[in-house]
């Protein structure tokens, strides 16, 4: 991401108009959230002090336990991780005359440190981040250490802003769709005029989530809002937005949409301290009364269960192109699949399907009992003892197999437990017992035993002690009880699909699993 030019000898913003209204002249003493406290604590020790706040004794000893074990472990993050932090120092407040070469190593030793513990490595804008702070922490705190400034950053991604720096963005998404949510609300007529420009206020204001103000603002007037963050937390943030977006988003008469992204990324650079800090004094704590917490959680839950949907429905889609080389899946079974959970879960909508539910999707087909307990307990891959849509399709791909090489091969995928890609002798125990169950014959120890011994004696073809998915293919003539339970199950299918088409316009609550093709 490029820098924009900052502008650091901008005169302050006296006029009353400035900011919607929100700046007003007046002569009141420096509020707590900005530069020092009454008592002479300076931002970057605050920043610390409340950052401390928000875990507890043993996070902080954690931050330091992983710092120094890092370096002294020799320890790396991904390849990928260290070649994209090395494109981001050069680009990472470049232009600001803390940037030192020496600033510049440091930033990347604690960039290296975060991308390694971060659950997602590293992510777009923690170099901004983690600058931002690094600069600060510098400037305020005297002797800080380097470990001090990893858990200060630590704690901005665990407690302040969790779910903004992942692979997916889903929360830094949420709140840019409650922001225009919001700003639709408290500015309609601001809000349709950029609509009409094409310009939408989620899209604008990801980037201001991400790197909390610091590539849109200078960095003086960032640091106010970052004093709200650490705080007043992360909702504060959002009405501060709010007003910032209703300040640069006043038309200047431009009907070139270009013309009007630029005077609004122009008038956020020429917000500075003073005005962002009386924005927060004075607009921001207005619309707490106009905005309560209650409406902004309940659009950050509306929009994440969306985005969840939304990512859910993307993966299932990309499970069924994969596995259509061997089943009859077609990306549409991702829809019907979710919708049908949608209208069996109810009003339930977190978490996957419960025992009785699955029970009720296999209706009446027969031994409906003993044949969903089977396949939950084997479905049920992460034994939350709920099943989520990616679970239920691992057991629609063997309703749905082409053929019975198909129906072994998603076999060898479902019991291949440590995805090693073949099936040792543990696993294939677990298999066979499986599909004798399927076939109604409760088997004994020695006669799963048995099976197992022939299955290697037979198909271990290079003699590795595993079974992979073109041994098992190749033989599975040679064992009619997988071409027999391919059988009864793909019958299930056939026959449940027959009574949905039958039934279309009747019993709409009811689900079949095995009908959602």
């Not at 990801?206 to 709200?228: F, M, N, Q, R």
């Not at 064992?479 to 039934?503: D, H, N, W």
Request: hydrophobic share 40%.
């Amino acid at each position: 991401m490029c820098i924009r030019d900052r502008n650091k000898d901008m005169a302050d913003v006296s006029d009353a108009s400035s900011l919607d209204g929100c700046c007003r002249d007046n002569e009141e003493d420096e509020v707590h959230l900005c530069r020092a406290s009454t008592d002479g604590e300076t931002r970057g020790a605050r920043w610390l002090r409340l950052s401390a706040a928000m875990g507890n004794e043993q996070e902080a000893g954690l931050a330091m336990r992983e710092w120094d074990s890092f370096w002294e472990m020799g320890l790396e993050p991904d390849a990928a991780d260290r070649v994209q932090i090395q494109k981001d120092m050069n680009r990472t407040f470049a232009d600001e005359e803390f940037s030192t070469g020496v600033f510049t190593s440091t930033l990347k030793r604690l960039l290296t440190v975060v991308s390694y513990y971060h659950p997602d490595g590293y992510t777009q804008s923690m170099n901004f981040i983690a600058a931002m702070a690094l600069q600060q922490l510098h400037k305020d705190v005297p002797g800080v250490q380097e470990h001090q400034v990893y858990g200060f950053v630590k704690s901005m991604f665990t407690h302040l802003i969790p779910g903004y720096h992942t692979k997916h963005l889903t929360a830094v998404q949420v709140d840019s769709l409650v922001l225009r949510d919001l700003f639709r609300e408290c500015h309609p007529a601001t809000y349709q005029a950029l609509e009409e420009q094409m310009i939408t206020p989620e899209v604008l204001c990801v980037e201001w989530l991400l790197g909390i103000h610091t590539t849109t603002l200078s960095l003086p007037a960032a640091a106010c809002l970052w004093d709200v963050l650490l705080s007043r937390g992360r909702n504060q943030l959002l009405r501060c937005c709010l007003l910032l977006l209703e300040y640069c988003a006043a038309s200047d008469g431009s009907r070139d949409p270009r013309g009007l992204l630029h005077s609004m990324r122009t008038r956020l650079r020429s917000c500075t301290e003073k005005s962002v800090k009386q924005m927060v004094r004075e607009g921001a704590a207005g619309l707490e009364g106009k905005i309560p917490e209650a409406r902004i959680s309940e659009l950050q839950l509306q929009h994440r269960r969306e985005l969840t949907a939304m990512f859910e429905n993307r993966q299932l889609k990309h499970s069924i192109l994969r596995l259509q080389a061997h089943t009859t899946l077609t990306p549409q079974v991702a829809d019907q699949l979710q919708r049908q959970l949608r209208e069996l879960k109810g009003d339930q909508q977190s978490g996957g399907l419960s025992r009785d539910q699955f029970r009720q999707m296999l209706g009446d087909v027969p031994n409906a009992a003993g044949l969903a307990r089977l396949l939950f307990d084997t479905l049920d891959a992460d034994q939350s003892d709920d099943l989520s849509a990616a679970e239920i399709l691992r057991g629609l791909a063997l309703t749905q197999s082409r053929s019975a090489e198909g129906f072994v091969r998603q076999l060898c995928e479902l019991f291949d437990a440590d995805a090693s890609g073949s099936l040792d002798r543990a696993e294939t125990r677990v298999m066979v017992d499986w599909l004798m169950r399927i076939w109604e014959h409760p088997p004994t120890e020695e006669q799963v035993e048995d099976m197992v011994s022939r299955m290697f004696s037979t198909l271990d073809a290079d003699q590795s002690g595993t079974l992979d998915p073109d041994e098992l293919a190749l033989g599975c003539s040679s064992f009619p009880l997988m071409t027999q339970c391919y059988g009864k199950l793909s019958g299930i299918a056939i026959a449940k699909r027959e009574a949905v088409v039958t039934k279309i316009h009747e019993d709409r609550g009811c689900c079949h699993v095995c009908a959602v093709q």
